[in-house]
């Protein structure tokens, strides 16, 4: 069954420590995503990679670091520089239907920071 | 840079009812538009998507949506809603500059709330 799995569902952490979340995708997609989804804000980019061993910056990248080795795996690590670090993460990846690239979401991470 | 705006923050309506969620986007050239889903629960997923070609686009579970250039505007309508469509409903622009990394920039969201 193809799919993006998130885990875990839910992430609870003292402030002043890193946290990782992992992100895992078996559809072969090339390109995948962070996005943060905070109430009234709706998703915000943090940062996407299109092939391996690249990645960008997003709109709110300060705070966060990610890797991408593998094509299948995009873990974001929430660093102990991030403000507000308590929000609901979601993970997407991309794939190319004739000119058109269509985003598909994992179920998310809700990350608490206390 | 593009930006999305999505006024309509919570809507509230009873079962058959007609709905039109509002979605204007700040970008003059050529972009891609979307709608996604989140039924409570549930992954986001895909409800309908702005290419090119005929404006009015049709998507899952009987939405719409018209692509109107002159007025930056990809507003969802559904001539007669359900109670299992409360979700939140979020609109997404791909601007030209961003075509080949694919970077969604996506409205607030609204929050549609159905009452049997």
């Known amino acids: 069954d193809g799919g993006i799995t998130q885990s875990p569902k839910y992430l609870f952490r003292k402030e002043g420590q890193n946290v990782t979340l992992s992100c895992e995708q078996n559809?072969?997609?090339?390109?995948m995503y962070w996005y943060r989804q905070d109430p009234g804000q709706g998703l915000r980019l943090i940062y996407y990679?299109?092939?391996?061993?690249?990645?960008q910056k997003g709109d709110i990248a300060e705070g966060y670091s990610v890797s991408r080795e593998k094509k299948e795996s995009f873990p974001l690590t929430v660093t102990s520089a991030q403000k507000n670090p308590t929000a609901f993460y979601l993970c997407?990846?991309?794939?190319?239907?004739?000119?058109?690239?269509?985003?598909?979401f994992g179920p998310g991470t809700r990350l608490t920071v206390t | 840079a593009q930006s999305v705006s999505q006024h309509n923050h919570h809507v509230i309506l009873s079962e058959a009812a007609s709905l039109e969620l509002g979605c204007n986007y700040s970008y003059g050239g050529t972009v891609n538009l979307f709608w996604y889903v989140q039924y409570p629960g549930q992954h986001l997923q895909l409800l309908l998507k702005y290419f090119s070609g005929d404006p009015l686009v049709k998507g899952i579970k009987g939405f719409e949506a018209e692509f109107i250039k002159s007025k930056f505007s990809f507003n969802l309508r559904k001539p007669s809603v359900q109670w299992s469509d409360t979700a939140e409903y979020f609109c997404a622009v791909n601007a030209r500059e961003n075509f080949g990394n694919e970077k969604l920039t996506f409205g607030t969201g609204t929050r549609l709330t159905i009452i049997p």
């Open positions: 990679s299109q092939i391996v061993n690249d990645f």
């Open positions: 997407a990846s991309s794939t190319r239907t004739g000119s058109f690239y269509e985003q598909y």
């Open positions: 559809l072969n997609h090339d390109a």
